[in-house]
């Protein structure tokens, strides 16, 4: 096998979906020490322990610039290169968060075992649909009363349309935890309250389930479990082809802070999820050991600091091997530039890389130049897909205080548009500017941003949208709903025509009434 190909088979680029407070960061922070991160760890908790201060100005700055260390967490482990790239929660939940996940190659889904899927869930993992990304399913708190774990995968087959297939199953849960046991390894793994799990115990094999000793480790709960394993055997058997294409998802049950069944995952992640696999561009279908870079930006990332006002464009690798210093093309605006200052992201145990492969993250700096969606390639012209934009679903007016500054409003939206910051609608009637996003945040950044770097006075006023849909269709219709519902009509930065519904009433009400106008969720660049 070629060195590029060996790099390629080891690569494991992921993102982890899930509600707030399901276990993400505790289950991160394992998953770290796991492959040696440590201090990574450490960047993780202090990320975490200001995350409910208020977004002003310092917040934000001082969140983006920690959190440009931590949106991409690479680590080793066994032989494995990992790349984890955060999918930023909470308040700093924004458009990145979708957006990051059309950069991974498989996804971890964390459910909490007292709540079932919820509804960050749900979004997250609408956007791994449209690329069919596998899903593996760790439920958390097991050392918690929680769900029946039946219902808890009745609960994610019915809303998220995926079939669970659990890999280990729970011996009791909350007080009664007494560990799991792995239906394939064949082996009980105990559960000590209180104490967390190196990661290295040896797990105790039980070849045949009436074997009496499973009676005097579990004592009543041994018949429990045997019920309980047997109600499974009528289950489907995890089929690696179904769990590629996203059709079934392996359940690991656990919990993180305890380091408990955490290895199980990291060691069935590594083995199962895919490496780098072939991209769709518009011109053909790219092969990740073609000896040809090529790759694309999926979230851009400005410095706060008005002295330093460069920017982070974070570019996936999707073909060849980078290596400093390398001369590539950026299409868009037809230019080649030579990368020396490239950001790589790398693990910590390896020092002065040089070179970056498919699956792996690279940050470049640029001055602005650079989109969301922009493709970069050693020469050939390609435009990857499948980095589009995602419906808003909050929305503001902005309201300019000094009217002379119009000019500066305008190129300050547009540039931040471009960066994925905030998406920018403007009326076919009236002059007024709406502003949407996903995730509150962005709108503190967006206003900031405009004052600090547009010195644009502005204020924000609500304005009471539930969503918009990007409106496509044949022309003689699309001219006929244009005229019809003009009042609700936008364009985008890029002049796309948009719908804004006032409620969700409204937009079926609409979207019955034009069958053949197509209103999208997604937007694609360019
Ligand atoms: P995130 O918001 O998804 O990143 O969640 P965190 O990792 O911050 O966890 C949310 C809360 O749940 C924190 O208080 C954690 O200590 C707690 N937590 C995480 N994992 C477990 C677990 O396995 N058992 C219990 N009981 N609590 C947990």
Redesign the pocket.
Known sequence: MSRLSTEIQKRRTFGII?H????????TEKLLLFGGAIQMAGTVKSR?SDRHATSDWMAIEKERGISVTSSVMKFHYRDFDVNLLDTP??KDFSEDTYRVLTAVDSAMM?IDSAKGVEAQTEKLMEVCRMRNTPIITFI??L??EGMDPLDIMADIENKLQVECVPMTWPIGMGKRFRGVYDRYRRQIQLFTAGKAMRGDEKGILINDLNDPRLDEILGSQADELRAELELLEASSPLEREEFLKGSQTPVFFG????NFGVRELLDAFVEMAPAPGPRETVQRMVEPAEEDFSGFVFKIQANMDPAHRDRIAFLRICSGTFTRGMKVRHHRIGKDVTISNATIFMAQDRTGVEEAFPGDIIGLHNHGTIKIGDTFTAKELLQFTGIPNFAPEIFQKVVLRDPLRSKQLQKGLLQLSEEGAVQVFRPLMGNEIILGAVGVLQFDVTMARLKNEYNVDAIYQPAQYFTARWIDGEKKQLAEFEKKLRANLFHDAEDHLTYLAPNKWNLDYVMEQWPDIHFLKTREHG
């Open positions: 899930s707030p407070d399901a276990g993400k960061t505790t289950l975490k929660g909470h964390v958390n708190k050392d918690r919990s993180a802070i305890n």
